[in-house]
Each structure stands twice: as structure tokens, then as C-alpha cells.
């Protein structure tokens, strides 16, 4: 799988409900760690002070992460999604030396 970095930004609609709100919120919840479970979503940061999310996800190619990754999150309608692929960096500490 490829990584990418997703900037995630939710602008919730004016007057949707409290009760809607949680709901998908609550749903989100669980989506993310079904993805997270599998692979597809590998970590999260939200910036202090910031509504939105930064985050590495994970897919085969930009359609899945789209289609079968993003797509299926409870929100997915609601946000902006930024996303950069991503491909190792020859002296990136967490890598393995000489590899790449």
C-alpha cells in the first residue's frame, strides 16, 4: 500500500441537528478504527485550536483512498480533503538505510 497525507477540513451544514451531529460523529468513531484495523489509517493529529485533521492513510492508489477509503467515512459528505502522496525519503529516521 501507498501512503498518503490527507488535510482534512468538516464544515457541518447550518441546522443540522445536535442529534445528527453525534450520531455521525459517533459513526466516524467507529469507521476510523475499522480503517485504522486494516491498515488504511495509520495515524491522526488534529492542529491545537483547528477543527480539521491531519493524517496518514493508507490504499493500492489514489481511487481506493478516494473510493473505498475516504468515501466511506460517516462525514465524508461534509469534508475537504487534501491529499499528497507520499513516497520515502532516503534519510527518513524511521526507515531502513540504504534501501531505497
Do not use: C, Y
Not at 477543527?51 to 496518514?56: A, D, E, H, V
Amino acid at each position: 500500500m501507498r501512503e498518503f497525507l490527507v488535510e482534512i477540513t468538516t464544515t457541518v451544514p447550518e441546522g443540522t441537528s445536535p442529534s445528527e451531529l453525534d450520531q455521525r460523529h459517533a459513526a466516524e468513531a467507529v469507521r476510523a478504527r475499522e480503517l485504522a484495523a486494516t491498515g488504511h489509517l495509520a495515524r491522526l493529529w488534529r492542529p491545537v485550536g483547528e477543527s480539521r485533521s491531519i493524517g496518514i492513510w493508507r490504499a493500492d492508489d489514489e481511487d481506493e483512498l478516494h473510493e473505498k477509503v475516504l468515501g466511506t467515512l460517516p462525514l465524508h459528505a461534509w469534508m475537504t480533503a487534501t491529499v499528497t502522496p507520499l513516497e520515502p525519503h532516503p534519510n527518513d529516521p524511521g526507515g531502513t538505510a540504504g534501501t531505497r
